[in-house]
């Protein structure tokens, strides 16, 4: 997968050192996988993620602690087009229970 914003998780890292091993993992992963739909994601995730809205997913990482919200475009393996990520949002666990997971956009 195409990994957009991985500046993103890195600054977020940056500010919450407990998490940087756990983003750091979760970026290589996303990087290496070439995800079809949201249940191949699913079963293949090394992180809890469910489906939110249609097109986005959210992820928890740290036992729960935070969470990263992405619009994704799933890989279409027939026209041999990988799939994209795009980090709409990462915060604490706090942070995403104050936002709608379905809306909320990424602003720098």
Excluded at 33 to 61: E, Y
Excluded at 75 to 91: C, H, M, P, Q, S
Aim: negative net charge; contains cysteine; hydrophobic residues 45%.
């Amino acid at each position: 997968m195409r990994l957009i914003t991985r500046r993103t998780i890195e600054a977020f890292a940056e500010s919450h050192e407990d998490a940087a091993q756990a983003l750091a993992d979760w970026c290589a992963m996303v990087e290496a996988a070439r995800w079809t739909d949201a249940l191949h994601l699913q079963t293949t995730s090394q992180f809890p993620a469910r489906p939110i809205g249609g097109k986005r997913v959210v992820f928890n990482i740290k036992g729960n602690s935070y969470r990263i919200i992405c619009a994704v475009r799933y890989a279409d393996i027939t026209r041999d087009l990988n799939g994209v990520v795009l980090v709409k949002f990462v915060g604490t666990h706090a942070q995403y229970d104050d936002i709608d997971a379905e809306t909320v956009e990424y602003s720098a």
